[in-house]
């Protein structure tokens, strides 16, 4: 009866919550182990995010690319005769391409330079599904007309603002007089602080090394009917091999693996959660140890009354997960709020996620029942001879 009655005391709570410092102290510990975790992802994830950001606003079905391409910070041209080839498949509505580069823009209020990405498209296609760079499309055709991301760094200057009070509103890129005549909403990324749009001709202008017949991106718009990866396949089929042709997705990809594999960035922040794992097992590993060596008498005198090492096991793996809990619960809502905090200062998409809080909250649940599995060593060797 005296163990069927034991079986109902929340033993694992009462050693929880028995001595309220080291309660605090734990859950201190997993937030601050699980904050580490969170912020680490967060920031990977808003890098992939952000890189992806410009390929999601592009009107286009299929992408012809230099095989050489990784990443739009630093692109590979080709030649624009691809893309005249590729527009005679059958399945092909239409084609546009974009230049894209780097270029020293010049604060219109401080004048101080700042590198920003600037995209060149032909104003008589839509390169861009954004509705504020088609409706100035007209606009751009004038030379040395420009649009301005508005979601870039605010070290570029408060052009949005300036252009309701200056018109027009004329700086600098790479040293040529330009107009900005409108904005658009894109958004910084880690390969770009800030992004403008511009005619081909301006483009060229702007960079005058450029030869108008090499492209870096070919965009390819088929008709509702055509099947993407049939109409892939036969532009592969018929194109020499000094191109790639991919779908969006592939696309994406593509720049996103650049910043995983071919850069430290993936790897330090994937050492980063790790390292956030590690801190959590040692933080709780010393509370579940210090908890079971406090109490080994006890434990001792349970076994004597016939309770073997399946049910202490179970008691520990209890104290394991309402750590956990416990401590999980702090660290989120902590990281949500340094969510903001880095997303105002960084301009990334960073914000908390489901998959991510999940995620965080599997690791924390392995983190403290993986101690609490090294812990039972210390509670296998308590010996009912303890007691005397």
Known sequence: MLPNLFRKTPLAWFQV???KTRLLVAIAGIAFADILMFVQLGFKDALFDSAAVPYQTLQ??????NPQFETLFSTKTFSRERLLQAAAIDDVESISWLYI??????NPTTRTSRSILVFGTDPASRAFKLPEVNQHLSDLQQLNQVLFDQAGRPEFGDIATLLKTTSPLQTEVNDNLVRVTGVFTLGASFSADGNV???DSTF?????????EDIDVGLIKLKPTADIKQVQAALKASLPNDVLVMTLPEF??????????????GFIFTLGTVVGFIVGVVIVYQILYSDVSDHLPEYATLKAMGYGDFYFVGVLIQEALL???LGFLPGAVLATGLYVLAQGATMLPIAMTIERATNVFILTVVMC????VIAMRKLQSADPADIF
Do not use: C, H, M
């Open 197 to 199: 749009i511009t005619s």
């Open 252 to 265: 994406a990809t593509r720049e996103k693996d650049y910043w995983a594999n071919a850069t430290p960035i």
């Open 101 to 106: 580069a780097i270029a020293q823009w010049r």
């Open 369 to 372: 029942v993986g101690s609490g």
């Open 17 to 19: 919550t028995r001595e």
């Open 323 to 325: 750590l956990a809990i």
């Open 60 to 65: 286009s079905d299929l992408f012809i690319v």
């Open 204 to 212: 060229l202008r702007i960079f005058p090394d450029r030869q108008p």
